[in-house]
DNA sequence: CTGAAAGCGCTTACAG
DNA sequence: CTGAAAGCGCTTACAG
């Protein structure tokens, strides 16, 4: 394969030095006649400018890239927030680096560096909850960092989060005022910030409503749907069973719904989910969910993260998006018993 | 904020030069004692390396990156995608860019133009099904291209595809074996390489059954759930309508399945589905379907990218992976009539 | 305005 | 083995 050309070669072709090819690449008007004879050489030779060498030597070192960290791209709700994080970062001509950390903070790490080695303007970081007081350092590399749906545990900085407690405390509620009492609590694992957040909300909602809390409702560190399924239905043979779930997390609620079915209990246990889900309206009941805004999420972060690029420098902002209670039939089913 | 170190700093603070700098930093052990001295010097002062300046020079010239160009990384098939791809990169050091088209030409070519630009080694694209002619030029940049989910128009590149025809062959052989004859398709744009080729997979099968088709079943150009719940309706209402569907994508499944609800015709209507969903197996009945492997076909494009990577010159491969038949129910039903 | 020279942060021949 | 110099593909002072 032919050596791909350079703006030396555009040069020498145009009869012109390569300042003023460069000059012409980065729109500087100029007499139009050497204009026209560059751009002449580009179209001939199929030049295309090498970004990053361009950002080695270009006074702001920025390299329009940014990276994103998250648990999973492959669960839904990350998708969707990458989705809101590259429709924002497209605005301004940026492109946007996914990674997936499996909640496994030694590969958040290695993906946070491999960014910053390659010099993103801009890193988002879903945190896994263990130990990130490497970012400290990786802040020195001069990436702008950020947080999404949870916060840093040793860094300040800008983060947008849903509302985890409020969210769950409203689900609590709802359930509340369908008669029930006995309210199972199924959570992720308690080392991401959003579990312990929606356990807070339980259990605040719990006491502000002067329900005592039967702990052995609440099951923790449910962190897939095969094992949400299995709690689930140890959680319905209890010889005192809850009469309402509230699954925290999409996966854990997916499990919670097969193990429900199995049982023949989908009409009888009510349920609701925190996170929405496709398909989750089409049920027989349909899922009563306490929906987040992922897509908004991704975009709310993304606009932080530009302001910040555009010289902001006031302190660490924290927005909270609020979420929505969707109530579908299976969070409105009476107790029973 | 401080400028970020640079070898010349670590060399002048552990004083040696900055070629033994770079041969430290490259793994080369060189004399223990000035290996070590970089090394205290390099923790002193934080350093890190720039991966940019270092592909700049080196020989190889390659970033470590790849992109990926998808319909939408919200979509849960392309999202599964896109882990596959992530996963098998990272086993060789290697980040991921992800950028959405929307099927839109224009916006696939800038993606692509962008991540050449920023010197990726590699380029996965779901090509929108447009012109790509530009593709040509953009391959002499010296990424290499592939392509997955579709083939490229003007380019002969490695391919990874599942196999749409005869997956929705099967769909149809399934419907028949359960006295199904007419069975309405529901296809997304035709422009779109997957959704002709399960249109190609359904005519076929009919006409091998000898089973004659009823042009005004089969409905195209619906490209997302409203759209493919008005066209269920309007089919249901036809003075002979179908008396099964085959809805060849998933958004168009899903609004099928919300349309067949909304009639209760869902236990009288069978319904067999391309590419599974979350939850479809909670439905009742479950909703048969025709089962891809995006995470697989994401591992098995990453797998070619990498041999041409490291050098095979073997003429374009083209991998088709097989479908999966998926039976819960839905596509079980018996005609009604 | 244009062009020659220096330099971005590295790697790589090359000389010692 | 190490270090001084050249160079990767660009941009940016600087001189004319």
């Known amino acids: 394969m032919a050596r791909q050309p350079t703006m030396k070669d555009v040069a020498a072709l145009a009869g012109v030095s390569l300042s003023t090819v460069s000059r012409v690449v980065n729109g500087d008007p100029g007499r139009p006649d050497l204009a026209e004879k560059v751009q002449?050489?580009?179209?001939?030779?199929?030049?295309?400018?090498?970004?990053?060498?361009s950002n080695l030597r270009r006074a702001d070192r920025t390299s329009a890239s940014v990276g994103l960290v998250v648990a999973d791209v492959a669960n839904p709700f990350f998708a969707a927030l990458l989705r809101g994080v590259e429709d924002l970062a497209r605005t301004r001509g940026v492109l946007t680096y996914a990674g997936s950390s499996d909640e496994d903070t030694?590969?958040?790490?290695?993906?946070?560096?491999?960014?910053?080695?390659?010099?993103v303007d801009g890193l988002v970081i879903v945190p896994s909850g263990g130990d990130d007081s490497y970012?400290?350092?990786?802040?020195?590399?001069?990436?702008?960092?950020l947080f999404v749906d949870r916060p840093g545990v040793t860094l300040n900085a800008d983060t947008v989060l849903s509302d985890n407690a409020g969210g769950a405390a409203t689900a609590?509620?709802?359930?509340?005022?369908?008669?029930?009492?006995?309210?199972?609590?199924?959570?992720?694992?308690?080392?991401?910030?959003?579990?312990?957040?929606?356990?807070?909300?339980?259990?605040?909602?719990?006491a502000s409503l002067n329900l005592a809390v039967d702990e052995?409702?609440?099951?923790?560190?449910?962190?897939?749907?095969?094992?949400?399924?299995?709690?689930?239905?140890?959680?319905?043979?209890?010889p005192d069973p809850p009469t309402a779930l509230l699954t925290a997390q999409n996966l854990i609620t997916v499990g919670a719904i097969h193990a429900l079915?199995?049982?023949?209990?989908?009409?009888?246990i009510a349920h609701v989910g925190f996170d929405d889900l496709l398909l989750a309206d089409a049920l027989d009941p349909g899922v009563t969910v306490i929906a987040q805004h992922p897509t908004s999420l991704g975009e709310r972060v993304g606009t932080l993260l530009f302001e910040r690029l555009d010289g902001t420098t006031e302190a660490p902002r924290r927005i909270v998006v609020p979420t929505s209670l969707i109530p579908r039939g299976s969070g409105e089913i009476a107790p029973t018993g």
Chains 1, 2 share one sequence.
Do not use: K, P
């Not at 179209?43 to 970004?51: F, H, K, T």
């Not at 400290?136 to 960092?145: I, P, S, V």
């Open 40 to 53: 002449r050489a580009i179209d001939v030779l199929g030049y295309r400018r090498d970004l990053t060498a």
């Open 106 to 119: 030694d590969r958040e790490r290695e993906l946070v560096q491999g960014f910053t080695a390659r010099q």
């Open 135 to 145: 970012l400290l350092r990786e802040q020195q590399t001069g990436a702008t960092l």
């Open 172 to 206: 609590v509620r709802h359930l509340h005022a369908h008669g029930h009492r006995r309210i199972a609590f199924l959570g992720d694992l308690q080392r991401i910030f959003t579990s312990r957040e929606r356990l807070r909300g339980y259990r605040e909602a719990m």
């Open 216 to 238: 052995s409702l609440i099951r923790l560190e449910v962190h897939n749907s095969q094992a949400a399924a299995e709690v689930t239905r140890d959680l319905l043979s209890q």
């Open 261 to 268: 079915r199995s049982r023949q209990l989908h009409h009888r």
